[in-house]
Structures are given as structure tokens and as C-alpha cells.
């Protein structure tokens, strides 16, 4: 297996179908969830974790949508929050009076998701809500609303599927538990 350090990449936690099957089922729910739309979906793919997961959902979905991305730091190359967040790269258009889905790789401390909230909100968007394709509440410091989840994981460092480990093992199909030893 990989090594990376003292850390290595271990046992599949999420493999590859049950992760394509969970988006498909996220995609009828957010479907479901906007029946009327004014205008198309802005779905926000916070980078660079949720790359791949947006992918697998813009084309699943069959609401019309657009897509904008934003950026924020919160992780170094270490496995634990540096407990501060800051935005890198803000939307580019206007979100006002917009539908708008922030889509999140994995909800850990709460600090990023709470941090985006605040900061979209003041776009003044018609409607703000989160898809996490991870919830991983054993270390939530800010009460999060995931209004779509996709799993609820145990409290391990994981990659794969966009998730990374010192920006390595994004482009890994299934979601891996990473080993400390
Ligand atoms: P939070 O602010 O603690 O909720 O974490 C937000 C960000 O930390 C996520 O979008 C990920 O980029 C990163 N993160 C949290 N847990 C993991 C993990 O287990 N593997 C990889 N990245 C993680």
C-alpha cells in the first residue's frame, strides 16, 4: 500500500459503487427537493475535496444547474484542523436571489461548513442549503444543518474520492481509511 510517512492508506471504508449509488440517490432527493425553479441551481463545489464528488452529482442531477467554486484553508498537510478558516476564492457571479447547494466532500469540525454558510449568506441567495457526501461528527465543533448526507463515517482520517492526504490520493475511486503506525 501507499506510504506516506508514518501514515499509510489502508482498507476501503466506501467503495466505489456503494459511493456511485449513494450520489444517484442524493441526486432524486435533491431533485425532489427543488420542484420549481426560477432559474437553474447554483451548485458551489468547495475545493478541491468536493471536486469529484460535483462531477458524479452535476450529471446525476436532472435539475438544471450552473456551477461556481470557492476555496477555503482550514487543513496544512496534517491530519487535524488548524481550528481557523479563510477563504481563498470567492464565487465569481452574483448569488442573489439564487437557489443556492454548497457541496461539501466531508463535514469533520463544522469550522469550514459554518464559516461558507455565513459568508454565502451574505450574497443574499434565495435559498442556501449543504450536500455533504461525509459526515463525520465525532469532532464537531459548530453545529452544522447537512440538509442531504450522504454517509455517516467513524471518526478516521480518509481519502480517496477528492479527499486528500498532503494533497495526495484524491484520484483514488474508493474512500480509504488512512493508517497510523
Ligand atoms: P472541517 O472544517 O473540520 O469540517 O473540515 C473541513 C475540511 O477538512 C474538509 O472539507 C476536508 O478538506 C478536510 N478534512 C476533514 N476530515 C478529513 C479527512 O478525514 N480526510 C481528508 N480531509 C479531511
Redesign the pocket.
Known amino acids: 500500500m501507499t506510504q506516506a510517512g508514518q501514515l499509510s492508506i489502508g482498507g476501503v471504508l466506501i467503495d466505489a459503487a456503494a459511493i456511485q449509488r449513494r450520489v444517484d440517490e442524493l441526486a432524486v432527493e435533491i431533485d425532489a427537493a427543488y420542484p420549481v425553479l426560477e432559474q437553474p441551481l447554483v451548485l458551489i463545489c ?1 475545493l ?3 471536486i469529484l464528488f460535483t462531477a458524479d452529482l452535476a450529471r446525476a442531477l436532472s435539475v438544471p444547474i450552473e456551477l461556481e467554486f470557492v476555496a ?1 484553508r ?2 496544512g498537510d496534517a ?1 487535524s ?1 488548524s481550528g481557523t ?1 479563510e477563504l481563498v476564492k470567492d464565487v465569481s457571479m452574483s448569488l442573489k436571489d439564487r437557489d443556492v447547494l454548497m457541496v ?10 459554518s ?1 461558507l454558510r455565513k459568508h454565502l449568506a451574505t450574497h443574499h441567495p434565495r435559498s442556501l442549503r449543504l450536500v455533504s457526501l ?1 459526515d ?1 461528527r465525532s ?1 464537531r ?1 459548530r453545529e ?1 444543518q447537512i440538509d442531504f448526507r450522504g454517509f455517516d463515517i467513524p471518526d ?4 480517496g474520492y477528492g ?3 498532503a494533497q495526495r490520493h484524491r484520484n483514488l475511486r474508493a474512500v480509504h481509511i ?1 493508517d497510523v503506525s
Open positions: 468547495v478541491k475535496g468536493s477555503c482550514s487543513y491530519t484542523s478558516v461539501e466532500d466531508i463535514i469533520d469540525t463544522g469550522l469550514t461548513t464559516f461525509l463525520k469532532h465543533m452544522v478516521h482520517f480518509v481519502v479527499l486528500d492526504l488512512v
